[in-house]
């Protein structure tokens, strides 16, 4: 008999044992019933014939004749036994005949291990087949809030409810923005041309991901699969053929792979910019052509409105060296039709001013590495968009004090936009500073982005007269429906607002083009980079009204300047949430990773993170990429940061 093929086999099988003996880890076929003690008597639900991922089939459920193989389910035993010649009687079988019987699998959290049938897996495996064919017995476990539960608990409803098996995302949530991306039509109920269309395109990426990302530590393939859905858009991918869904991954390939430190955050302008290399002193440019892109009119929207007047400040400081315009895109096939356009007129660097826009940005950036690209965004692990924002905690804790101090009833109003990371980190600091001055004071939530609010009524208890609203204005805006005011007599009255000057950071990006500088580091580490500043690099201040107490706003004015020689955070010290659980001691201080993966609300917060069901379409889209515990988020032990 020819068992040319076993040793093959067997090499693979030998090369791994190897490594995982040099790395410290079990060389063997991983074992359910070591792995779950109690496996046994969990409940069980029969799948039946499957097509199951090979990917996925990862081990054995009893020891068994699991010593025959290594860790990658490649035979280590000799050639000469007994295992060696079914082996090989199985492996002439499977290529004369093809497979014939199902093996036996138990499917736990998604991953799948064998009852029986551990040789015909083997050979499959080697044969690089993606798929085969198994009967298979689902293993529930209890559940519980533990995130890898909530998330597979997902999986078991959308598997049950499309039939489809295949895309497993280990990350709560991810089923519901599946659904919910433009294109898909499913809705609560999947259709048939739905289910087809998705299986289809999923199919396309799985192949092509296992041959890309082979023998790499990278992420799963469904929490990928939606990494490549934002970044590509699933209009635009559910027609491609096989070969284009190739080309897409080849440009996308570094944001897969799982890194140490996904993502580095810059908190403060550098005092001193280090020297370029020698090919950046030879090619920096001598000029920026820099596009800002917005996502509505600039008259209309404050966000919009302060981004502009920091492209301006910038254009002004830096003279001819400098040349800018801003786009409005409302949609995704417009900005990157633009950008498109723009790059073949000679721009080199694209501010996305809004987080919604960083999708859009993803492919450009990916097709034109020559670019700078940048989104306003809070976080993200893309390594081809670098993302910049402020601090808007550090203010928000101040307008906090500001409202203990003007508060009568303890009771105060917070109007917050979109339940997206970054959101809890300025509701919970505005509750700290209010607290830092009135002990019994609570604050009451609200969203603007909620189907039920009422612009006209956001709080009926009379008693809520202190209310911080909207952080901005713009031109055609009531400047007595933002910042910090009080409500009387069915009239607002301003006290505070908080005043961002983008100009700072604009201009410091771009010298730092200019130079030949920016970026440098990034370049030479895996980590994607942030640009997270504060008051300390004067992009945020405050601005008080003539109405409010002089000697209030210097007590305020002195908590600022401890911002800007970073020797205070509101994060010191112990913090409760709303269940009671302690999020900081009270000797400890939250590192900027904790603030910034912030997705709970202190306990004298009166009110909840809305769901995505709650919410505004506009809503739901930002929430795709930035919602708590969105796909293309980064954990916080895997964020670092520099001062």
Request: net charge negative.
């Given at each position: 008999m ?12 030998l ?8 790395d410290g ?6 074992v359910?019933?070591?792995l ?42 000799d ?23 199902a093996p036996k699998m138990t499917?736990y ?11 015909r ?17 689902r293993?529930?476990p ?13 999986y ?12 497993l995302?280990t ?18 109920d ?18 092509a ?10 992420l ?5 699969f939606l990494?490549?859905?934002?970044a ?6 559910k ?7 190739r080309k ?17 955050l810059?908190?403060?302008q550098?005092s001193?910019?280090?020297a ?7 090619f ?5 052509k ?11 929207s404050a ?6 007047m920091?492209?301006l ?6 003279g001819s060296k ?7 895109l ?27 826009m960083?999708n ?10 020559d670019?700078?690209?940048?989104c ?15 601090r808007?905690?550090e203010t ?5 004090m ?24 300025m ?20 969203w603007?982005?909620l ?26 805006h009531?400047?007595r429906?933002?910042?910090l ?22 201009r ?17 580490n ?8 504060g ?9 008080f009204?003539?109405?409010?107490p002089?000697s209030a ?19 010191e010290?112990?913090l409760?949430d709303q269940?009671?659980?302690?999020r ?34 506009a809503?739901?889209?930002l ?6 515990g ?6 916080a ?7």
């Amino acid at each position: 008999m020819d068992n040319k093929y076993y040793l093959r086999a067997r090499q693979k099988g030998l090369k791994a044992y190897t490594q995982a003996l040099k790395d410290g880890t079990d060389p063997y076929l991983p074992v359910l019933e070591e792995l779950v003690p109690n496996v046994n008597g969990l409940s069980r639900v029969s799948l039946g014939i499957l097509s199951v991922p090979l990917d996925r089939v990862v081990g054995s459920v009893s020891r068994g004749r699991s010593y025959a193989f290594a860790n990658n389910f490649m035979p280590i035993l000799d050639v000469n036994s007994e295992f060696g010649a079914k082996w090989s009687a199985l492996y002439a079988s499977v290529e004369e005949e093809g497979l014939r019987d199902a093996p036996k699998m138990t499917e736990y959290m998604g991953h799948y291990y064998l009852v029986e049938g551990n040789k015909r897996v083997c050979v499959m495996k080697f044969l690089e087949a993606e798929y085969i064919e198994g009967d298979v017995t689902r293993v529930l476990p209890p559940r519980s809030e533990d995130p890898a539960v909530v998330a597979y608990y997902e999986y078991c409803a959308f598997s049950k409810e499309t039939g489809f098996y295949d895309i497993l995302c280990t990350k709560p949530g991810s089923y519901t923005r599946l659904a919910n991306m433009p294109g898909m039509k499913s809705g609560p109920d999947w259709t048939q041309d739905d289910i087809l269309s998705l299986r289809k395109v999923f199919r396309y990426f799985h192949s092509a991901y296992l041959e890309l990302m082979q023998e790499k530590k990278a992420l799963p393939a469904g929490d990928a699969f939606l990494l490549w859905l934002l970044a590509f858009g699933y209009e635009d991918v559910k027609d491609s053929s096989l070969e284009d869904v190739r080309k897409s991954l080849r440009l996308m390939q570094e944001e897969f792979p799982i890194r140490e430190d996904s993502m580095n955050l810059v908190m403060e302008q550098s005092s001193r910019d280090p020297a370029p290399g020698l090919l950046r002193s030879l090619f920096r440019p001598s000029k920026i052509k820099a596009a800002f892109l917005y996502t509505n009119p600039i008259e209309g929207s404050a966000w919009n409105y302060w981004h502009d007047m920091g492209r301006l400040e910038a254009q002004e400081k830096l003279g001819s060296k400098v040349e800018t315009v801003n786009r409005i895109l409302p949609s995704r096939t417009e900005t990157e039709a633009e950008i498109e356009k723009l790059i073949q007129e000679g721009f080199n660097v694209f501010f996305a001013t809004s987080p919604v826009m960083l999708n859009s940005c993803m492919e450009p950036a990916l097709r034109h590495p020559d670019r700078k690209f940048l989104c306003s965004s809070q976080l993200s692990g893309y390594r081809h968009v670098h993302t910049y924002y402020l601090r808007f905690y550090e203010t928000k804790f101040l307008l906090g004090m500001a409202a203990g101090i003007l508060t009568k009833t303890g009771k105060i109003g917070y109007i917050a936009d979109y339940p997206i990371y970054g959101t809890p980190s300025m509701i919970n600091a505005f509750a700290i500073g209010a607290r830092m001055i009135n002990p019994q004071a609570k604050v009451y939530l609200n969203w603007t982005s909620l189907k039920s609010y009422d612009s006209r009524e956001p709080f009926h208890d009379p008693e809520i007269q202190v209310i911080c609203n909207r952080d901005l204005t713009a031109p055609n805006h009531s400047s007595r429906e933002s910042g910090l005011y009080i409500r009387e007599g069915g009239e607002n009255r301003s006290m505070a607002t908080m005043l961002p000057r983008w100009g700072i950071f604009y201009r410091h990006v771009m010298e730092q083009m200019l130079k030949g500088v920016f970026d440098e580091e990034s370049e030479t580490n895996s980590a994607s980079q942030s640009y997270w500043w504060g008051i300390a690099s004067d992009t945020l201040d405050l601005a008080f009204s003539s109405r409010f107490p002089a000697s209030a706003a210097r007590l305020i004015r002195l908590l600022q300047s401890q911002f800007h020689d970073q020797s205070f955070t509101p994060f010191e010290g112990e913090l409760k949430d709303q269940d009671g659980r302690v999020r900081c001691g009270a000797d400890q201080r939250l590192t900027p990773a904790q603030v910034l993966c912030m997705d709970y609300l202190a306990e004298c917060v009166v009110g909840s993170l809305p769901s995505e069901e709650e919410v505004i379409p506009a809503a739901r889209a930002l929430m795709l990429t930035q919602g708590i515990g969105s796909l293309a988020t980064v954990d916080a032990g895997r964020i670092s940061w520099t001062s």
